[in-house]
């Protein structure tokens, strides 16, 4: 018989064995998958102006060589073991959350064409390479080589910067804050002011309504911020609206309009609510349209500016817009700040910006609106409805009420931040009704970090309000129910 010292041996032998054949598989699995990552990697097109593009290219690499496409675009060529039972379950799970999360196409395409990602686009990936989220642990495991190191981190960060800088800083912005996510409101945008002078009036003419009491001032007080101040909208006979409603300040600066985008202008907006029955009640356009007609001095301006027997929903709507275009907020104290002036906003209020950055907001909210120029998932990061404790409702549905696609489930436009403390409650369903819940909860449920003190709320809040500005020139809080109109260069 065998001693048991022999025994141990032979067993000891066994399992050395079997971590050395362990090894060279997975020696040879990592091998495999190395190759395989970098031949399906994406690639630029010969032509590509990005070959000439010095910090393009180095953040193109380092994104290709993490292989981001996996899990951020739709139908890639995914590794073996995406097939395999267990992992397919496991895996499936990080490719849904990867696409519902952020979709890379448009950033490859962008690369390809020589051309700026979008700013919401630019600010997502700064967010996650700061704050060195990706990629996670578990796919390094069988991708080691998409480690990404310092500098690479620090070449997709520059190059962030750079685009900002060359595409996307506002003008007077100072030299060491055109890289920034949030750049200071233009001080004027193009507007036809004889169109706008008639817009102006629209605005404000309840006879666009079907009882003749609400005009389009009844939901978007430019005293209130541009909102109505109420949970959801109180419309014709008293009726209530299904959701919040968004400020009609800065709204040019917005990808689409309605918190689902299914107006991509603000001419298509303002067509909405004027026939909408819970909303301002006219019958049909044609009625309106009618109604405008015989007052005359509408009939002189509309046949002055658009021709004879021009008064219709797309001229009418039209004015409404370019009137609309022209209530953007300059001047806030964080646009003095980031113009130069150092000493337009406070400690605090600085130390609340760079917190707002750190957390990741500014992944979302960035751009001249700080916000209003993408659409995101409410409840990212967190079950938003679940712990909301009331039933859903069909607004809740948000952007998939109008593109029908299942990924756009609970997805909304991201609201611009630009006056903020005066367009409470917050949220598409009102749901919040003070800053500092609003801070607390979205910190909550769209950012991974969660939990956020209280210190850390105090100053968002405080970073929040210094992006409260002026509609020419007159300070925000202090705007009249109906101000006159002026050109910015009369």
Not at 207 to 230: T, Y
Request: hydrophobic content about 35%.
């Amino acid at each position: 018989m065998q001693s048991s010292v022999a025994k141990k041996g032979i067993v000891k032998k066994a399992v050395l064995g079997l971590v050395a054949a362990g090894v060279v598989a997975y020696g040879g699995t990592l091998a495999y998958l190395t190759h395989f990552d970098h031949e399906g990697a994406p690639k630029l097109p010969a032509n590509s102006p990005t070959w000439h593009d010095q910090k393009a290219l180095a953040a193109f690499n380092a994104l290709r060589e993490t292989r981001c496409d996996y899990c951020h675009t739709a139908g890639a060529n995914l590794p073996f073991y995406f097939k395999l039972p267990l992992a397919n379950q496991i895996m499936g799970h990080d490719l849904k959350e990867g696409l519902r999360h952020f979709r890379i196409e448009p950033v490859l395409a962008a690369f390809e064409e020589g051309k700026p990602p979008s700013v919401e686009q630019l600010s997502r990936i700064e967010e996650v390479i700061s704050q060195n989220r990706m990629p996670p642990a578990a796919y390094l495991l069988m991708h080691p080589h998409a480690y990404m190191s310092e500098k690479e981190r620090s070449d997709v960060l520059a190059w962030v910067a750079d685009q900002r800088r060359r595409y996307y800083a506002t003008p007077g912005v100072a030299a060491q804050f055109a890289g920034e996510p949030i750049q200071p409101i233009p001080e004027s945008v193009p507007v036809d002011w004889t169109k706008a002078e008639l817009g102006r009036q629209l605005f404000f003419d309840k006879r666009l309504s079907g009882n003749g009491q609400l005009n389009c001032a009844s939901c978007h007080g430019l005293d209130k911020g541009g909102v109505d101040n109420l949970t959801t909208a109180t419309g014709i006979n008293g009726q209530k609206g299904p959701i919040n409603v968004p400020t009609v300040y800065d709204s040019v600066f917005n990808i689409g309009q309605f918190w689902n985008g299914r107006a991509a202008d603000l001419a298509a907006q303002a067509a909405g609510p004027v026939t909408n029955p819970v909303e301002m009640g006219s019958h049909d356009w044609d009625g309106v349209a009618t109604t405008v007609r015989g007052v005359p001095e509408y009939a002189t301006a509309f046949e002055s500016i658009y021709g004879p027997d021009s008064v219709n929903e797309k001229t009418v709507t039209n004015a409404i817009a370019e009137y609309e275009k022209t209530l953007i907020t300059p001047d806030s104290r964080f646009d003095l700040y980031l113009k130069g002036d150092a000493n337009a906003i406070n400690t605090q209020e600085k130390r609340g910006y760079e917190r707002f950055k750190q957390i990741g907001c500014s992944g979302c909210h960035s751009g001249v609106a700080a916000g209003g120029d993408a659409y995101e998932v409410m409840g990212l990061e967190g079950p938003y409805f679940k712990d909301r404790h009331t039933p859903l409702t069909a607004a809740d549905a948000g952007r998939e009420a109008f593109t029908h696609a299942l990924a756009d489930n609970e997805r909304f436009k991201v609201p611009n931040l630009r006056n903020v403390e005066l367009t409470g409650p917050y949220f598409h369903d009102g749901n919040v009704k003070t800053l500092s819940d609003a801070v607390r909860l979205m910190a909550r449920y769209q950012t991974p970090e969660h939990d956020i003190s209280e210190q850390d709320i105090q100053d968002i809040v405080a970073f929040l309000k210094t992006l409260t500005g002026k509609y020419q020139g007159v300070p925000l809080k202090d705007v009249a129910p109906e101000p006159p109109l002026r050109a910015a260069n009369p």
